[in-house]
């Protein structure tokens, strides 16, 4: 079994920049890829990204050139750098992986976008 536990959602004014983390209970060399997504009020969950356990990465449209996965092994945390966020960003954020073929999801944290 694994847990999730995100941190570092807040309030933050357009423009500006916040930093998530996702801390995992087991190593991450034992999960193969990691992957953030986010859910609006009233919209469907959407991917944000992922990493691998590579370090090779992949980002939702909306979010490229903006946002930037990494993930330190030594620590077994991921984690999510927003830059530039927008009003559209507002969401709740959650982070997931997948190990012994059994999906695992974080409480999520909430970040809202707001001047």
């Known amino acids: 079994q694994v847990q999730l536990v995100e941190s570092g959602g807040g309030l933050v004014q357009p423009g500006e920049s916040l930093s998530l983390s996702c801390a995992a209970s087991?190593?991450?060399?034992?999960?193969?890829?990691m992957g953030w997504y986010r859910q609006a009020p009233g919209k469907k969950r959407e991917l944000v990204g992922t990493?691998?356990?590579?370090?090779?990465?992949n980002y939702g449209d909306s979010v490229k050139g903006r946002f930037t996965i990494s993930r330190d092994n030594a620590k077994n945390t991921m984690y999510l750098q927003m830059n530039n966020l927008e009003p559209e960003d507002t969401a709740v954020y959650y982070c997931?992986?997948?190990?012994?073929?059994?999906?695992?999801w974080g409480q999520g944290t909430q970040v809202t976008v707001s001047s």
């Open positions: 990493v691998t356990r590579g370090g090779t990465t």
């Open positions: 087991i190593s991450l060399f034992n999960l193969p890829a």
């Open positions: 997931n992986t997948i190990f012994a073929q059994v999906l695992y």
